[in-house]
């Protein structure tokens, strides 16, 4: 079935460092690729998202890369800062059908400062 | 700016009772979804709705469950007969039309948590 790996569970970086989270899907089929925040008692928050005709994608200190042939999604914050800490999800979606989303496991970052 | 609305925030029941949980969507999308997270899971897909009939739905989304729109701008998630695993974050989503781009873009509520004693 449809999967979504996400690494790592936890990721601890001093402030202004950079954090790196990777995912891998399984799903062929699927061609979008969005990036939730969520904070302690939210729901999830969009940040960036990334569709499957694009490689890069950059919005101020997150960015985000996707290598459809390995089936790898990755997000990257630069400069981090304390109020980046919450738990980050990637997911992937299929753009048909009923625009099922598969979540990964989530990353919980915290940021030092 | 718009967002996703849903109560109550906190809903306690009994085991074997049912609940509605309610959302208002935002007012011009035209698909709906629900989602549950377990505490400390990931965030996992119920279903989605469109056109007033259910597009798609997973596993976990068994003959206890069923969504409606009642009327413009509601929609609810029924469980009829709640288990103790039932208890979890029930997260309302919607999106607009998309489908030319081929992805859809989900707003999310804040969430209702269900607790089943």
């Known amino acids: 079935g449809e999967n979504v790996e996400q690494h790592p569970s936890t990721l601890s970086v001093q402030e202004g460092d950079s954090a790196v989270i990777k995912c891998t899907y399984s799903?062929?089929?699927?061609?979008?690729f969005p990036w939730y925040k969520q904070e302690l008692g939210k729901g999830p928050q969009l940040i960036i998202d990334?569709?499957?005709?694009?490689g890069e994608k950059k919005d101020q200190r997150i960015a985000v890369t996707l290598n459809k042939t390995a089936k790898h999604f990755s997000l990257h914050i630069t400069e981090t800062q304390p109020e980046d800490s919450a738990v980050y999800f990637c997911?992937?979606?299929?753009?048909?059908?009923?625009?099922?989303?598969?979540f990964g496991a989530g990353t919980r970052l915290f940021v030092k400062a | 700016e718009p967002e996703v609305t849903q109560t109550p925030s906190h809903q306690v029941t009994q085991m074997g009772q049912e609940v509605i949980l309610r959302c208002v969507p935002i007012?011009?999308?035209?698909?709906f979804y629900w989602y549950r997270q377990i505490l400390g899971q990931k965030v996992e897909f119920l279903v989605s709705?469109?056109?007033?009939?259910?597009?798609?739905k997973s596993e976990i989304f068994d003959d206890q469950f069923s969504v409606e729109r009642p009327d413009g701008s509601n929609f609810t998630l029924k469980i009829r007969s709640t288990k103790l695993e039932d208890s979890a974050m029930y997260f309302c989503?919607?999106?607009?039309?998309?489908?030319?781009?081929?992805?859809?873009?989900?707003?999310f509520g804040p969430g209702t948590r269900l607790t089943v004693l």
């Open positions: 989503a919607s999106s607009g039309l998309a489908l030319r781009l081929g992805y859809n873009e989900q707003f």
């Open positions: 799903d062929s089929a699927s061609n979008y």
């Open positions: 990334i569709r499957s005709n694009v």
């Open positions: 997911a992937a979606m299929r753009g048909a059908g009923g625009f099922k989303t598969i």
């Open positions: 007012s011009n999308h035209l698909y």
């Open positions: 709705f469109y056109n007033n009939e259910i597009s798609e």
